[in-house]
């Protein structure tokens, strides 16, 4: 055996160096603004920019359309440093890939042409509207409608809990063209900001996620013009799960970001901070807890890294690997930044320090793009298909 029986487990050169330089990004443009950010629930300019300027903002963009083109471990790597410092910057690429996947993988070249440069450039962002108030984990049970009318499409209902809602430029918008057909009646659409009758409503008040707009939205007679859809008429719903597919171990991403920021600043806590005589981070207790935080850190860090460079390959059966790193990753950040908040004791707690932040944000990583209990559903059904 050689050394490169082992390079399956090493990431290319050029990744080892895009994290490099979104690291350096991340700390001096984006880390500085993150807690004010937060306070002020106001969006990220400062990242949004820096992640434009430097061509990150969509990385996963095919470069014939002004992006980077960039793999789906490449674009994990550059979410998951964005989130280690402000995980609502890091919505800036994962809304920007969710709102653009179905469109890549089933849309016209005209339409691409139409969104995808200005998404890539920055001019532009994108968002996912697929969940309605009766129709989240059950999204097959949507009551937004498309009709054909002439040459065009007018769409009527609502959509609840979209990122960048009000902020976007573009949505990819599922609705049902053809009730009698359940799931196989339901479409994917684009949509502008500035179409006629789309309409926005106000911003959630969240626990997490403050810099990151969520929005309902509202299509009200609606128009779009006919070449808007995305794919065949009656293939949205299919399109929808194999998006998700593709992008949940982007969240999954994020959620091990979140955990190494919280992670680092618990270590350079417990190092500095004392009782008894010493610093806690000599304590036995506190040195199992930090190898524990690490170690399951790791762990979903390869798994999301797996699922991603299944996606990129094109593998047909990938429904339980995005699902397991997207689950397994959000709960690793969730007891991770609980035992951050605990290891940092009462200053944990407080404002001061980011870790009640990264605990508030973590949330949210078991919860969109399919709750946890959902993706333990979806594992479930596919392995015992």
Excluded at 11 to 27: F, K, T
Excluded at 47 to 64: K, N, Q, T
Excluded at 94 to 103: D, E, M, P, Y
Excluded at 220 to 226: N, T, V, W
């Amino acid at each position: 055996m050689t050394t490169t029986d082992f390079d399956l487990f090493a990431l290319p050169e050029e990744h080892v160096a895009l994290r490099e330089a979104i690291r350096d990004l991340s700390e001096k443009q984006i880390a500085p603004h993150a807690a004010e950010v937060d306070e002020d629930s106001r969006y990220p300019d400062e990242a949004l920019a820096a992640l434009s300027a430097a061509g990150f903002a969509a990385l996963h963009v095919p470069d014939e359309f002004g992006g980077q083109g960039a793999d789906g471990v490449a674009v994990c790597i550059a979410i998951e440093e964005v989130a280690r410092v402000c995980a609502a910057s890091s919505m800036i690429p994962i809304a920007n890939k969710l709102g653009t996947t179905g469109l890549i993988l089933r849309g016209s070249d005209d339409l691409k042409n139409q969104v995808l440069p200005s998404v890539a450039s920055g001019d532009a962002i994108a968002a996912y509207a697929l969940s309605e108030r009766e129709a989240g984990s059950d999204a097959a049970a949507m009551r937004t409608r498309a009709r054909a009318d002439g040459d065009g499409w007018v769409l009527d209902g609502a959509k609840c809990w979209i990122t960048n809602g009000g902020k976007a430029s573009w949505y990819t918008v599922m609705a049902v063209t053809d009730p009698d057909k359940g799931a196989n009646g339901i479409s994917s659409f684009m949509v502008r900001a500035d179409d006629e009758g789309f309409v926005v409503g106000p911003k959630e008040r969240k626990m997490g996620l403050h810099g990151s707009p969520t929005a309902e939205i509202y299509f009200e007679k609606c128009r779009i013009p006919g070449d808007r859809i995305i794919g065949e008429p009656g293939t949205g719903f299919k399109t929808a799960l194999t998006t998700l597919d593709h992008t949940r171990p982007t969240i999954g991403a994020q959620a091990v970001g979140i955990a190494q920021g919280a992670l680092d600043a618990t270590i350079a806590y417990v190092k500095d901070r004392k009782q008894f005589g010493k610093a806690i981070a000599q304590f036995q207790g506190v040195e199992f807890m930090i190898a524990d935080m690490a170690m399951k850190i790791e762990a979903a860090r390869l798994l999301v890294y797996s699922a991603a460079a299944r996606a990129e390959r094109g593998e047909s059966a990938l429904a339980f690997q995005a699902s397991a790193s997207k689950c397994f990753a959000s709960d690793v950040a969730m007891e991770v930044t609980t035992n951050a908040v605990q290891l940092f004791g009462g200053a944990g707690y407080t404002r001061d320090f980011p870790v009640e932040r990264m605990m508030r944000d973590a949330k949210i990583t078991q919860i969109y793009e399919g709750t946890n209990q959902i993706q333990r559903v979806v594992m479930a059904r596919a392995l015992l298909r």
